[in-house]
């Protein structure tokens, strides 16, 4: 519970700090927030963040934007198994009673788990996290919405903008 207070009693930030992050293909030049004193997080240095009842940045164009939002639990399994019941029937609604269109990206690992989906002219990239921070279970979701069509680049830059993910 002490992450929520300490969350309501702080804004989102930018420290100014810029860094680049890496993976195969690219490099990203990244500017780093705070989150609601909860953690940092690095997200593109030419999206611009906007206040939103979460954590949320857009493109100048806003042909892309992400919105990030944590939440406890408690965790009565492994990661696994505890991401596979939270998020594979939120997934499977989305396709069933939503009328999203997935793609063919579906992964998980112990930690977390991650799909996409074609809406309507969009293609939305979802992400979800599950950390143990001091005892407490935290749960990350980051989506991504992207004007267009299926972009592994857009896909890989989910991923760098959530490996920037650290804790205070």
Request: proline share 3%.
């Amino acid at each position: 519970m002490g992450l929520f207070k300490k969350q309501k009693n702080h804004k989102n930030t930018a420290d100014n700090a810029h860094g680049d992050v890496a993976n195969d293909e690219f490099v990203l030049t990244m500017k780093r927030y705070s989150v609601g004193g909860m953690y940092n997080v690095g997200i593109p240095a030419n999206w611009n963040f906007y206040n939103s009842d979460r954590f949320r940045a857009k493109t100048e164009d806003g042909k892309t934007q992400i919105s990030i939002t944590s939440w406890i639990i408690s965790n009565p399994g492994t990661n696994e198994e505890v991401l596979k019941s939270m998020v594979l029937p939120l997934y499977d609604n989305f396709v069933t009673e939503g009328g999203y269109e997935p793609y063919d990206d579906f992964f998980i690992n112990a930690n977390q788990i991650s799909k996409s989906f074609k809406v309507d002219n969009e293609t939305q990239y979802h992400l979800t996290l599950l950390n143990d921070v001091r005892g407490k279970n935290i749960v990350t979701s980051f989506i991504i919405r992207d004007i267009g069509k299926y972009d592994p680049e857009m896909r890989a830059t989910l991923l760098c903008i959530a490996n920037t993910m650290q804790f205070v």
